[in-house]
């Protein structure tokens, strides 16, 4: 099985004071679609950075992060996850933010990144809302294995 981690972003839910609805949602579907999941809470800021560096090292192929993402002073998801990504996914951030704003104005507000590390994997920073994260199994879904086939090198079908 490949290793795919779920980072929860939210100093809340690190500190129990809130729970998370998000984390269950996003582990459930990579488990359906055949990943091996571990979800880890974290408070936001730099133990985002730290935890994101620990899942790269433990040889996780797929990091999706839910939380962190807003304008907030204490939103600093995309600060801790760019100096681990090698190349942008623009087009997926762009696709996310297009997605929400269906929904709510809001969505504009967000600053997730998605990208690929030198060392392949993929890391995608969702929203911390359970609309956001529906939002980000929706663009990911059709895209997930193709994306992890050409990291792998393999041609277009």
Not at 44 to 63: F, I, N, S, T, Y
Not at 65 to 76: F, Q
């Amino acid at each position: 099985m490949t290793i795919a981690v779920v980072l929860v972003c939210s100093t809340r839910a690190a500190a129990g004071e809130r729970p998370d609805r998000t984390g269950p949602v996003l582990a459930g579907w990579l488990t359906d679609r055949g990943w091996d999941v571990e979800t880890r809470v974290v408070a936001d800021g730099p133990p985002v950075g730290a935890a994101l560096a620990h899942a790269l090292e433990g040889g996780a192929r797929l990091v999706i992060t839910t939380g962190g993402t807003g304008v907030s002073p204490t939103d600093a998801t995309p600060e801790q996850t760019a100096p681990h990504l090698a190349r942008l996914l623009p087009g997926i951030a762009e696709e996310l933010r297009r997605r929400g704003a269906h929904a709510t104005a809001h969505a504009l507000l967000s600053r997730g990144l998605a990208g690929v590390t030198a060392s392949g994997a993929i890391v995608v920073n969702l929203p911390g809302s359970p609309g956001g994260v529906r939002d980000g199994i929706a663009v990911l879904d059709p895209l997930l294995d193709h994306l992890v086939e050409q990291i792998a090198g393999g041609d277009h079908a």
